[in-house]
DNA sequence: TTGTACGCGTTATCAA
DNA sequence: TTGATAACGCGTACAA
């Protein structure tokens, strides 16, 4: 690999001005400019990222913790980050935090470790102490679908009560009125959230909740699975479900099918997230969109703006959810 | 950030001792190496992991080029990608090549550039002399899911020709003579194979393929929606089709539907990879399972062995799928 | 077993 | 507008 060096010899230039045409953050000569690119192109040569990074004490990565790789959530989320930051020549370096303390902690430990400029975070399970501390860190960070007050600026999230209240307010305009609810886990924010969300829609018809309508599932398959069950043991003549996620709602749409039951004629359900396979279900399903893109785009949008220096505006902060009609909710 | 200097002054020893403890490759006195772990404690030091790059030349960092990062079917190979090798303190860079050939060469150059030890490529528009010719670049590299001639050791495979054979083999078993096949873009390999496997199938038990039970589609939904449209058209009494993707046959399944066909009833489908969501699907996919995960780990596996020297055994660069029966075959 | 000294390929400061 | 030259933080012969 051609140096920094040799290129200077080639163009009969010095170092430094060599590093200024790369840079291009000082005045050059166009006429020694021309000289330098001829040589830089004679040789090859590219600039080795790694002497820059020392340098500079710049790395141009940028670290992701995801709770997984996997899963069409995170799959568009990091599509997305990935196309901002490419297109400004920053890379990405991700980890899986696993919705693990422990090893979402790791993930961030390894990130620093590897000098990322800053931090883009989708983490759930360290507390908004550990992420205060980790504030003080030197190491700057955005953190996705989740607030921490002190940091208001920095945290990307959703609207996810609304997108509660909105689930259900579907589910009742449409003439439900025994709305079966399968919450994600209740200690992280965004479940919790929607369910309020639930809540709320509920009060706005006078309707009180009852815990036999309530299951807490995982926001997985499997919770849905389990959830449909509980349900419709406890209470046989539920109209509708809102599942807190999509994955949940296709375990649901399984087992209720399985039940005998044909939907969405004798049981509406309502998903959460819209992510890609939500409309190969069937019935397609009915969901609240969750703008994922778009969030991890407006994070990086902020590193942009505040590590790098762009001239960007218009970071938003609070997304809104809203409804996706397809065809698992039935008109009572 | 303390650096390796202030733990040498604080532990009384030199650079070099400090920095053998560190990577512990040579020998240093149990008295000294406590003294110097320490030190490193007391100041919370951590190493530069780019002055290491830079010293060293070598990053630590492997790069991965895949067609898309969201999608069932990256998710899961980059997920057990990135767990292997954070396990060995490596670490990924992602980057998308959208089947492009010339984004594909880009994302090559930009993992270049980022002094990647060695790439992990799966790539598809690129031709075969690119790859012999990168092949001559310095930095290393595994083809994941295409086979290259002259690089035949870092090339791990799917046996996709005997994947087609398999699925249009279980179709045949099930008592179906008139099948159509939906086909991948026929100047991927991997579409190419599949097709093939299915001929063969199709030949053993004396079946001629007809030119209206064929046809090309794109590897995605919309490819399945007009396949089986066209396919339906021109041939009305087919009993079965096989999907090159799980993809394409979500979107054959839904038009079938919308068609009033009762699946499986009506018409079987097969489909191809085994995703996340085929089983979401309804009626669940029966599908040939493609083992993108243990073919990522191989690939790592691959690279931990020659470029970073660990005592691995047992790299298997050709992978057999199997067939996962579920419910959207009918025997007839 | 330990220390010295140089090199890795850039950026950045200061003069010129 | 350009050129010396000192960092950047660490690995690694080579010497001791």
Known sequence: MATIYEVSKLAGVSLATVSRVINNNAPVRQATRVKVLDAMDKLGYHPNSIAQSLASSRSNSIGIVVSELNGPFFGTLLSDIEAAFRRAGKHVIIAAGH??????????????????????????????????QLNEGGTPFVILNRFVESMSD?????????????????????????????????WKNDAEQRYLGHLR???????????????????????????????LHADADITAIVCANDEMAAG??????????????????????????SHYMYPKLTTIDYPIGGMGVMAARWVLKHIYQQKLDNIQTVFEPRVIERDSVHSI
């Open 99 to 132: 919705s693990d303390e422990r090893l979402e902690k790791e993930s961030i430990a390894f990130l620093k470790s590897r000098n990322c400029d800053a931090l883009i975070l989708h983490v759930e399970a360290v507390s908004d102490d550990y992420l205060r």
């Open 154 to 186: 920095r945290c990307v999230t959703l609207n996810n009560q609304h997108g509660g209240y909105l689930a259900t307010q579907h589910l009742l305009r449409n003439g439900h009125r025994k709305i079966g609810y399968i919450s994600g886990p209740m």
């Open 201 to 231: 829609a509920l009060a706005e018809y006078g309707i009180e909740s009852k815990s036999s309508l309530f299951y807490e599932g995982d926001f997985h398959e499997l919770g849905g699975v389990k959830g449909v069950a509980a349900l």
């Open 252 to 277: 649901a749409v399984t087992t209720a099918r399985e039940q005998g039951l044909r939907l969405p004629e004798d049981l509406s359900i309502v998903g959460f997230d819209n992510v890609n396979f």
